[in-house]
């Protein structure tokens, strides 16, 4: 099993695009951008939360694991300085009767949609929300 990584450093001053852009660059010499449009969207609402509700330093990470030739699972990490947050109670709020999807809130909402697994882990310096897309059998990349 292959496993090919990279480490993109954010610098809140730099705009996001230039994450994006190089994660689908990445992706292209990884040979799997079939996950380029699902990746970019899962980096931008995780990179923005971590602007929003988070504190610096913001950290971007992600790793491919080819599980075969044709099959690929990347994850993606974010991870600030903030408090980290309990992912049920997150999950449990989109059940509720009263939830919408008002103008802002979605972006976790996407990355579910978008990402085989999903979650938050407190680190000693803040914490990591992480995603996972992809090959969605297995441990995590």
């Not at 705009?15 to 980096?43: C, G, I, K, N, S």
């Not at 991870?79 to 947050?85: I, M």
């Not at 709020?93 to 999807?101: D, E, I, N």
Request: hydrophobic share 40%; charged share 30%; net charge neutral.
């Amino acid at each position: 099993m292959k496993r090919d990584s990279c480490r993109l450093s954010y610098d809140s001053a730099e705009p996001a695009d230039a994450v994006r852009d190089d994660l689908r660059d990445r992706l292209a010499r990884w040979q799997a951008a079939e996950l380029a449009d699902d990746a970019t969207v899962v980096v931008s609402e995780l990179l923005s939360n971590a602007l929003r509700h988070g504190r610096p330093p913001v950290r971007v990470a992600c790793a491919l694991r080819r599980r075969s030739p044709d099959r690929a699972a990347l994850r993606i990490e974010v991870a600030d300085a903030g408090p980290s947050f309990d992912t049920t109670l997150v999950r449990a709020r989109w059940r509720h009767p009263s939830f919408t999807l008002e103008e802002s809130g979605r972006g976790l909402f996407l990355v579910d949609a978008l990402a085989s697994r999903w979650g938050d882990e407190p680190t000693r310096n803040g914490h990591t929300v992480w995603a996972v897309l992809g090959a969605a059998d297995g441990p995590p990349p």
